[in-house]
């Protein structure tokens, strides 16, 4: 079975940071294209960022580009994302989710972790 | 950028109806459009692909239709569990960018 946990969310000041971490296991992780994907409250769907399966291509929302940097270790079968200067409309519940054909959709989904940014 | 407006933002009906839920895109997406399913709580699940394809275990009743701007996500005889917000989702060509539309509430 597909699993997906994603840790690290909490409380955190204007201009802090925070990593969060999501450890797969049911997939060979090391080929698939992950995502992190957000939820502000009582709010939409909002794609954050993209990793390759070997990290080579990366790519970002203007709305986090230069705060936040996506990575993985194939070997720990684990995805990160290092979110600096966080700011208030960065709360929000963060997803990872698995990629589904090749850069398309989003098939695989964790139960999120909250990130709430207030001073 | 390529934005999707759906509609109806809430809709009401009972168990046992039809529902009808759309997703416009604001230019032409082909048929390069997914639907997810998100119950209070819980993450979104993934429900059709290219507009029209059912995903793994999904049940027979949904069924996703169009191309182009318009597009429908159709549930034939809405079961309870069928209740929950629904979203459609977009990528545009390269580099990625992901856009989903703001969601309906099928609601009883």
């Known amino acids: 079975e597909v699993q997906l946990v994603e840790s690290g969310g909490g409380l955190v000041k204007p201009g802090g940071s925070l990593r969060l971490s999501c450890v797969a296991s049911?997939?060979?992780?090391?080929?698939?294209?992950m995502h992190w994907v957000r939820q502000a409250p009582g709010k939409g769907l909002e794609w954050v960022a993209s990793?390759?399966?070997?990290?080579?291509?990366?790519h970002y929302a203007d709305s986090v580009k230069g705060r936040f940097i996506i990575s993985r270790d194939n070997a720990k079968t684990s995805l990160y994302l290092d979110m600096d200067s966080l700011r208030l409309e960065d709360t929000a519940v963060y997803y990872c989710?698995?990629?589904?054909?090749?850069?398309?959709?989003?098939?695989?989904w964790g139960q999120g972790t909250q990130v709430a940014v207030s001073s | 950028e390529v934005v999707l407006t759906q509609s109806p933002a809430t809709l009401s009906l009972s168990p046992g109806e039809r529902a009808t839920l759309s997703c416009r895109a604001s230019?032409?997406?082909?048929?390069?459009l997914a639907w997810y399913q998100q119950k209070p709580g819980q993450a979104p699940r993934l429900l059709i692909y290219?507009?029209?394809n059912r995903a793994t275990g999904i049940p027979a009743r949904f069924s996703g239709s169009g191309s182009g701007t318009d597009f429908t996500l159709t549930i034939r005889s809405l079961e309870p569990e069928d209740f929950a917000v629904y979203y459609c989702?977009?990528?545009?060509?390269?580099?990625?960018?992901?856009?989903f539309g703001q969601g309906t509430k099928l609601e009883i």
């Open positions: 989710a698995r990629d589904y054909r090749d850069y398309q959709y989003f098939d695989k």
């Open positions: 990793i390759s399966s070997g990290a080579n291509y990366i």
């Open positions: 230019q032409s997406i082909s048929t390069s």
């Open positions: 989702q977009q990528r545009t060509s390269w580099p990625p960018m992901y856009t």
């Open positions: 049911g997939f060979t992780f090391k080929t698939y294209i």
């Open positions: 290219d507009a029209s």
